[in-house]
Nanobody, 118 residues
Framework: QVQLVESGGGLVQAGGSLRLSCSAS?????MGWYRQAPGKQREFLAC???????KYADSVKGRFTISRDNVKNTAYLQMDSLKPEDTAAYYC???????????????WGQGTQVTVSS
């Protein structure tokens, strides 16, 4: 079991920046960030493997940067050039691979709210 605690959300003006942190109680093969706006499905944003391989959703590529500290079991999401449409609850995800075929167990944090005012 991996417990995740997000922090760093808040209210920011359009064009501003925020840095989210996700502290994990244990190691994870992949750590990622998702968000969910009211009335919408949860959306993938970015993920990073323990080796440092990174993927981004097109909607945030060039504005958001994911990183992780494997010693601290912490992932970060640097969000720049924020837009009102980035307003959502942001969730941390951690995966532990359990089979050679790639099956994984997913863990989720409670979420942190990001509100971008226009």
């Amino acid at each position: 079991q991996v417990q995740l605690v997000e922090s760093g959300g808040g209210l920011v003006q359009a064009g501003g920046s925020l840095r989210l942190s996700c502290s994990a109680s244990g190691s994870a093969d992949v750590m990622g960030w998702y968000r969910q706006a009211p009335g919408k499905q949860r959306e993938f944003l970015a993920c990073i493997t323990a080796e440092g391989s990174i993927k981004y959703a097109d909607s945030v590529k060039g504005r958001f940067t994911i990183s992780r500290d494997n010693v601290k079991n912490t992932a970060y999401l640097q969000m720049d050039s924020l837009k009102p449409e980035d307003t959502a609850a942001y969730y941390c995800n951690a995966q532990r691979v359990i089979s050679v075929e790639g099956a994984a167990i997913n863990f989720w944090g409670q979420g942190t709210q990001v509100t971008v005012s226009s």
